[in-house]
């Protein structure tokens, strides 16, 4: 496995919660790094990453002000940092490359938010 999210579970809504990735050191050398999700029954979405070559930052519109991207480089590790919670960020949440590749999916971390 080359990336591995972590730090789901279930939290009420208003909630925070933080995500880890953890992954292989040539991935985040070569590789700006996002978060995605997949709610039941919808496609799989950008929430939030890195752009190539330096350290800003994009958002989805719909976690905006809530959620936070942030890294440790010699960790190998990026995180997300979900604040104010809402049932709709219920989902099963993924860490890939931005723009994603195929081959770095990994099983993802549920986050499930209860009203």
């Known amino acids: 496995v080359q990336l591995q999210a972590s730090g789901g579970g279930t939290v009420e809504a208003g909630g925070s919660l933080r995500l880890d990735c953890v992954g292989s050191g040539d991935i985040f050398s070569n590789n700006a790094m996002g978060w995605y999700r997949q709610a039941p029954g919808k496609q799989r979405e950008f929430v939030a990453g890195f752009t190539s070559g330096g350290g800003i930052t994009n958002y989805a519109d719909s976690v905006k002000g809530r959620f936070t991207i942030s890294r440790v480089n010699a960790k190998n590790t990026v995180y997300l940092r979900m604040d104010s919670l809402k049932p709709e960020d219920t989902a099963v949440y993924y860490c890939?490359?931005?723009?994603?590749?195929?081959?770095?999916w990994g099983k993802g971390t549920l986050v499930t938010v209860s009203s």
């Open positions: 890939n490359s931005n723009p994603p590749r195929v081959r770095y």
